[in-house]
Every structure is written in C-alpha cells, then in structure tokens.
C-alpha cells in the first residue's frame, strides 16, 4: 500500500485480502435488515384481516403469499449476480426500496389482484435481492465459521416476525390492517436503505486475519469453482435441491398458517394467535443460528438427517394434539427445524460448488425453497377447505415427505463422497 495524492492506494490484490475488515459489523447491519424482510413470514398475522376487507376466502389471499415465494429464485439470482461482481450495497438499496414501496401498495390495493401484484410481485422481488444480498456476501466474509454467520445472517430473516407480528396485530387492532401495511412499508424502507449504508462488499479473495485456509488434498486440492451452467449438469444439485425443497415444506405450512392453525384448531383469539406466531419465529430464529454451528462441527449432512426425523415427530405431534401445549411443543420443534434448513443450504451451496459463483448458484438452488413455498400453503389451505378448517391431514403429509427426506440423505452422502474423489468434478477458477 502507498500514500499517492492524499490517499492510500491498494498496490495489489495481495495487500486488499489482507487488509482488517470489520466484517462483524456488516454481519449485523445485515441482520438487521434481514428482520426487516423477514416480515414475509408474519402473513398469517394480515391473511384472516384481508379476507374480511376485500371479503374473499383464505386460499384468494393466501395466493399473495404462494406468488411471493414462488418467484424467490428470480430476484435471488439478480441479487446474487450483483454480490458475485462487488455490488452488495447497491441490491439491498434496490431490493429495499422495492420491499417497502410493496407493503405500501399492498395498503393501498382494493382487490385481492392488486395483492398479487404488490405483495406477491414487487414485495417478492426486493425481499429476494436483499436476503440474497446479505446472506450471499455474509458467507463470502466468514470461510471460517461459514455455518455461523449463515446461521446468523438468516436468523435475521427467520426472526423478523419476532418483532413484526405483534406490532402488525397492534396496528391491525388500532388502524387497520391496510394501515399497518402502509405504517410498516414506510418504516422497512429507512430502516433497511439505512442499514444498508454500513454493509460493504466482500474483497475478492478475502482471508480474514489470522486464519489460514485448510490444506484440501486430492481431486479438490485446486479448489471448487463452478458456474450454475455446470451446476445444473450434476445429480447432486438436484438432490440439494430437492433435499431443500423437503426441509423447508413443514415450515412454509405453518409459516403461512400459524396464527389461522391456532386460532381454527386451538381455539385461540387473535392476540394469542399472534403470540405463538411470534414464538414459532423465535424457533425458526434459534434453529438457524444453532443447526448452523453444529453443522460446523458434525457435517451438514448428519444434521440434515436429524432433521428431517424431528420434522417427522413435530408433524405427528401436532396432528394429534388436541391442546394447546402440544401445539407449542409443535411449532417449536417445526420452527427449529425449518430455520436449520435455511441455514445449513447456504453452506452446502458453497462447500459443494465453490465461492467464486457462489451469489448465482445459490440463487439457483433456491428453486428447491421456492418448491416449498409455492407447495408447502397449497397443500395446507387445499387440505384444510377440503376438512372444515383442519389441517391435520396435511400435516400427515408432509411427515411422510419428510421421512423421503432423511432417505435422500443417503444418497446425498453417496454423491458427496463420487464429488470429492471425482478429478473431473469441478472448474477452476
């Protein structure tokens, strides 16, 4: 580094990986942004409101929420694209703008169309661009504790509605829900456009300091690149894929359904509803930030196969439960495991198929998530219109999808250990 003209200038690239970056700072700035985003999960908390304003069934309104996930993909490869080239900063300043001018509109919508638009199109895009953005140049900082900061940054996302379901229900109870709406659109945009100010993009070939990359030997030793066009060739993008899509289908049922699951079901009022809401995304929170480190410490796939076995108990318990107990032990254990899986893939993404096109790949990956999403309400409300309101049924059927899960996990080790003994496995960067 040298001092020309005023300013220290970065003589190679050697001297910018090496260089201090406060990189705990960036992880929570974007945290907290992802809280903002993860207001998507507190739906359920606006659905039954909306239905009585535009006077309509659930699956009308819920087909906002299916739409919004349904194209996560889309705006997850632009975000990732922007972070793969240095832009992390600018794809949370337009997704942000974009999230917050959708929970605006979505105020301001007088049909269940115009929440299609609004809330499923333009909130679903800029909630994409941010989560990708902050999650993908998370990971990039951290290759030493990949699984922790995932687990962290998306803990923000799975912990939004911590904060946001009770003071959506307060707005709702006082305003309105297409107030609250608006109120809340108008604070996600200064909070996330400001957030944004702090994050800075990770340095192409970053270290941080003090640690050295571990020696990989074999077929891998040159390390792991490979673009999304090879990406897709593979078998075991696929199973990710699919593997994904299974981990995440429980957590998107009830996701989108607790507060109407506890209120139908359990015979809770809507302020209690919204509670358990609120510690169903406390679990979602916890699960990623711990599933996240232990995946650090035993492998990601030992952890997958525990679990998809608690998803199966969680899904069984709940639909036998005829208290209100039973359906706290539920969502708690349905909560931990969704959030793990959502914070155990960004790793796998990376690990798998390198850094290097990490924010394209894993924007492609999350096809298996937007599975879930578009899947995961469908199969619950469709269920629950064909059964009175129960939604027992369905919960019978994603524990046997989750049981396809662990056994998918035997073949998604089988390929893990082809990929790593393979000398054609991958493209050098």
Request: glycine content about 12%.
């Given at each position: ?108 919508a007088t049909a269940p169309w115009m929440l299609y638009i609004t809330y499923g199109v333009i909130t679903g895009i800029g909630q994409g661009i941010v989560y990708s953005a902050t999650i993908g140049n998370s990971v990039k900082l951290f290759p030493d504790k990949r699984g922790l900061a995932a687990g962290i940054v ?109 209120q139908t079901m359990f015979g809770l009022t809507p302020a209690t509803a919204a509670l358990f809401v609120s510690l169903y995304s406390l679990s979602n929170c916890s699960g990623r930030v711990f599933w996240g480190a232990i995946s650090d410490k035993i492998g990601r796939t030992k952890c ?126």
């Open positions: 580094m040298a001092y020309v003209k005023g300013c220290w200038q970065i003589q190679n690239w050697k001297e910018l990986v090496k260089m201090k970056l406060n990189r705990w700072s960036i992880l929570i700035a974007s945290t907290i942004i992802n809280i903002c985003v993860g207001a998507i999960y507190a739906f359920s908390i606006f659905a039954m409101p909306l239905t009585n304003v535009f006077h309509v069934t659930m699956p009308e309104i819920m087909l906002a929420f299916t739409i919004n996930g349904a194209i996560s993909p889309i705006p997850m490869i632009l975000g990732g694209k922007l972070v793969d080239k240095g832009g992390a900063r600018t794809a949370i300043f337009l997704g942000g703008a974009m999230f917050g001018l959708g929970f605006i509109l979505s105020g301001l998306t803990a923000g996302y799975g912990g939004g509605t911590i904060v946001i379901a009770p003071i959506a229900n307060a707005l709702i109870t006082s305003n309105g829900v297409q107030s609250a709406l608006i109120t809340l659109g108008i604070s996600f945009l200064v909070v996330i456009l400001g957030g944004g100010l702090f994050v800075k993009a990770c340095p192409a070939g970053f270290i941080p300091e003090g640690w050295t990359p571990p020696v990989v030997s074999g077929a891998n030793k040159a390390g792991i690149n490979i673009p999304w066009t090879e990406m897709i060739k593979k078998p075991i993008f696929y199973v990710i894929a699919s593997l994904f899509l299974i981990g995440a289908l429980s957590g998107m049922m009830v996701t989108s359904n607790a507060s109407v699951i506890g997958l196969m525990v679990i998809y076995i608690v998803i199966a108990a969680m899904m069984l318990t709940i639909a036998l439960s005829t208290s209100v107990a039973g359906f706290a032990v539920a969502i708690i254990g349905i909560g931990l495991c969704f959030g793990g899986t959502m914070g155990i893939f960004p790793s796998i993404v990376g690990e798998k198929f390198g850094m290097k096109y990490y924010g394209i790949n894993y924007g492609v990956t999350f096809i298996g998530y937007s599975g879930a999403a578009f899947f995961g309400p469908r199969i619950a409300n469709s269920v629950a219109a064909a059964n009175g309101g129960q939604f027992t049924n369905a919960f019978y059927i994603a524990l046997v999808i989750s049981l396809i899960g662990f056994a998918l996990t035997f073949i998604f080790k089988s390929l893990e250990k082809k990929q790593l003994t393979s000398p054609t496995n991958s493209k050098v960067a």
